[in-house]
């Protein structure tokens, strides 16, 4: 299959006139057509495609149809059928009447071919560059974010089930990559020990029978490691991905020794979570856990502006792994915005991506200021209300040294690196001071103080940020970090966000962007309508009595 762009013609006359005559108030996807064109060109994916081969679907279509399909939250197959029958969606796409569109299987075939060729992100970027081009989306504006859970789309395993499974999923790829082979390999019992899916209703309910059958699972898996990784085995069965998930699955959940093989145990080190294969139907999803939220997938943070002058556009998408640490995406969400030229000036977030190392970096690397709510200090000082926190200690950084609320001088100044490599400095008292302090009990129940802070430009920084949180101008600037949940709100209920379609982190993240895409093009279309923003939901007993309340 190959590509050869071409010039993009307008939409064909009698398409035109039907669809104005069928929707004579206007249609978003007529209003799309006429206001910001066609979004995408042909050379804008054609990179991902051979020179030669059968002349391919035009991708600049394939791409539009695709954050159509997002902004209805359509399947493939549905998708194609609106390409075929829907006027509005013919008219956007520049087809006839009798256009008879293209099977759905072009859909997938597109998708894989941007995954393979990194070139998902044009599904965005083109459109953010058309919104930069109309003064839309301006650098150092306003921008905030948040994360939200991703259901990975497979089944939530336990041990047992996990091993079972895999199996099944290895010896059903290898009949299919390798059949003669896998022949040669395979054991009678396997047929009804691996022929159904891995449940729990099928699994022994017995602890020793649970014991045994991960025995004979683990024995099954090891010996079909051995004739794979064997050198008379085809290359193309060790290089085979279900093969290598076998090989991880079984390093988790198993230790070889000298008397064979053994099922892990709480003491033999069973990996974490974060760095565990939950399914071998998606090796990439993770064990996540937030609060009262535990599932198993990715995490999607969304980054959008919030200018009152302009539309509030998503700019930027990440998929993590479901354990990572919010503030962990900030320093990639940073230097996507910088190669776009699209940083912001102030960026609103939550807690769990404010750091006082990010505090500082933001704006030293990328000079962004970054405003949301610090992490309480959990010390029994701060917690009792009248105790000595650090916040309480004047700190003489040229000098190394650090005085207490009673006007007692340290006597030990020691930096040090934790295990995580934050700088730190160990600070400690002296024991002649302290243990005849009249406030001692508001300081310390040991013989003396100690302190450990971090290094100076984090530990000004941080002090500097609890103390704007009590100004004026820092709650006037966090209260538009509240849209952004509205923002995640729309994204699950129109493009299903809270629930990946595909398996894998990439495929994940591609119908990520095509929902951030989505979502901006809503946007765009009723900004040119001058829709008015939509306000945040209220129950009807709560507008019941607020509209009763005199003012």
């Known amino acids: ?22 929707f004579p108030g206007g249609n978003t996807y007529i209003a799309l057509r006429d206001e910001l064109g066609t ?15 059968r002349p391919a679907e035009s991708p600049w279509r394939l791409a539009l149809v695709t954050v159509f399909q997002f902004a209805e939250g359509l399947s493939d197959r549905r998708a194609a059928d609106a390409v075929r029958g829907r ?14 569109g293209f099977d759905a299987s072009v859909l997938c075939e597109f998708r894989a071919r941007l995954v393979a060729g990194s070139a998902e992100g044009r599904l965005l970027d083109a459109l953010l560059d058309l919104c930069r081009g109309r003064g839309w989306l301006k650098t150092r504006g306003r921008q905030r974010t948040d994360a939200t859970h991703v259901l990975a789309r497979v089944r ?94 079984w390093v988790q959940h198993f230790l070889v020794e000298a008397g064979g093989l053994r099922w892990r145990a709480e003491g033999d080190g069973i990996p974490p979570s974060a760095a565990s294969i939950n399914s071998p139907h998606d090796s990439e999803a993770r064990y996540g856990k ?12 969304l980054t959008e502006t919030c200018d009152d002058e302009s539309p509030h556009l998503v700019v930027q998408v990440t998929t993590a792994p479901a ?50 709510p610090t992490r309480p200090d959990y010390g029994w000082q701060a917690l009792a209300g009248g105790g000595f926190t650090a916040s309480d200690f004047a700190i003489d950084w040229e000098g190394s040294r650090a005085t207490c609320p009673e006007g007692r001088v340290s006597s030990g100044w020691t930096p040090a690196v934790e295990r995580d490599h934050t700088e730190v400095v160990h600070i400690k008292f002296s024991r002649k001071d302290c243990k005849p302090c009249p406030a001692r009990e508001r300081c310390t129940g040991a013989a003396r103080r100690s302190l450990t802070i971090r290094a100076r430009e984090p530990f000004e920084a941080l002090r500097a940020a609890r103390a704007r949180e009590e100004t004026e101008e820092y709650r006037a600037d966090y209260a538009h970090r509240a849209g952004i949940e509205g923002t995640i709100s729309q994204a699950v209920r129109v493009a299903g966000l809270r629930r990946s ?51």
Request: contains cysteine; aromatic residues 6%; charged residues 30%.
């Open 39 to 53: 979004i995408f060109r042909d050379d804008d994916f054609a990179d991902p495609y051979p020179s030669r081969g």
């Open 323 to 372: 354990p990572a640490a919010d503030g962990d995406a900030l320093a990639g969400i940073y230097e996507q915005l910088g190669r776009k030229d699209s940083l912001p000036g102030k960026h609103l977030a939550d807690t769990g991506y404010i750091d006082a190392e990010l505090l500082v970096s933001s704006r030293r690397d990328h000079g962004v200021e970054l405003i949301g």
């Open 290 to 301: 937030k609060r009262s939220t535990i599932w198993v997938g990715y995490k999607a943070h």
């Open 87 to 100: 006027i509005d969606w013919k008219y956007a796409l520049g087809l006839g009447l009798d256009d008879p």
């Open 156 to 249: 939530n395993l336990d041990r047992l089930e996990c091993v079972v499974e895999t199996m099944r999923h290895v010896l059903n790829s290898l009949a299919a990559a390798d059949p003669e082979w896998l022949r040669r390999q395979a054991r009678a019992e396997w047929v009804e020990r691996y022929g159904r899916r891995a449940e729990e209703s099928r699994l022994p309910d017995s602890e020793e029978g649970r014991r045994a059958l991960a025995r004979e699972v683990g024995k099954d898996g090891h010996a079909l490691l051995a004739a794979a990784y064997d050198a008379g085995a085809p290359p193309s069965v060790a290089r085979s991905p279900a093969v290598e998930t076998l090989r991880r699955v």
């Open 501 to 551: 379609r595909y398996a894998g982190r990439a495929k994940t993240h591609l119908q990520h962007l095509a929902t951030a895409a989505a979502i901006d093009i809503l946007r765009v279309v009723d900004w040119l309508a001058e829709a008015p923003r939509e306000a945040t939901r209220t129950c009807a007993f709560v507008r019941l009595i607020t509209a009763a309340v005199p003012a």
């Open 1 to 22: 299959m190959s590509l050869h762009p071409r010039p993009i013609g307008s939409v064909p006359e009698e398409a035109a006139r039907v669809a104005h005559a069928a």
